[in-house]
């Protein structure tokens, strides 16, 4: 176990789920961490046991451990097979090793979801009243050095069929909420939807405005319509 000097007695615990929103809460925590020279945890939750999970989520799960034996201050905690909401794991966890500041990205509770059973950052303000809680919403940017999207604009995604239609207006229709990135030098809507899903951050692919299936893909490895075409 490491031993540090905590000039300010401050613990920081990230809570992370799967999808590309995890790096950032990492990065987030650890500035954190350093600065106040205190100890680091890392937190997941999975109601599934760890031997039922698919390779996707494994492949997380070991960048997540990979991450905290990287970093002498950090700590991996995984609350597997987890049938409790999530709200008391990550209040028991807070409670077991002192933890003063918890950083959450954002849930993708509607507003009638949170009205009529009580978002996750209400339950934990009720169970730890003395725990900061930082919030980090999905990210409005993406890291991308050589250019090929432009900066990230608010859109929406309605069903059509099977398919969805990338929208930049909000109406009655829309079921997703997010941040379109669009590939440069186009002029069609091509490129990555970014938006909540099911508390996961997901990124989809869009080609002339349409997404054909709600899959998570990597920006950095996608081809464009133009590479194709060439």
């Known amino acids: 176990m490491f031993k540090m000097n905590n000039l300010f007695n401050e613990s920081i615990l990230v809570c992370v789920y799967y999808g590309p929103n995890g790096e950032r809460l990492l990065k987030r925590g650890c500035k954190i961490a350093n600065m106040l020279q205190a100890p680091l945890y890392v937190l997941t939750i ?4 760890f031997d039922e999970l ?14 905290a034996q990287a970093h002498p201050t950090a700590q991996f905690i995984m609350k597997d097979n987890e ?32 009205i009529t059973k009580g978002s996750i950052i209400n339950s934990l303000v009720r169970d730890i009243p003395f ?29 059509d069929g099977e398919q969805y239609q990338l929208s930049f207006n909000h109406d009655k229709d829309t079921l997703y ?12 809507d091509n490129g990555i939807f970014r938006f909540m899903k099911d508390a996961e951050t997901l990124q989809v692919l869009v080609r002339d ?14 081809v464009s319509l133009n590479d194709i075409e060439s």
Do not use: C
């Open 46 to 49: 999975d109601p599934k046991p």
């Open 131 to 159: 725990v900061d809680l930082h919030i980090v919403s999905v990210a409005r940017y993406i890291r991308d050095e050589e250019g090929l999207y432009e900066k990230g604009v608010r859109a929406y995604l309605f069903q």
């Open 83 to 114: 049938q409790r909401p999530v709200s008391k794991v990550i209040a028991e966890v807070a409670r077991e090793h002192q933890v003063t500041q918890i950083i959450l990205g954002q849930t993708a509770h509607s507003r009638w979801e949170q």
């Open 209 to 222: 405005g349409v997404v054909t299936e709600l899959m998570n893909v990597d920006m950095h490895t996608t």
């Open 177 to 188: 909420e997010g941040i379109f990135f669009k590939e440069a030098d186009t002029d069609f």
């Open 54 to 67: 698919d390779a996707d989520k494994v492949h997380y799960i070991e960048k997540w451990k990979e991450f």
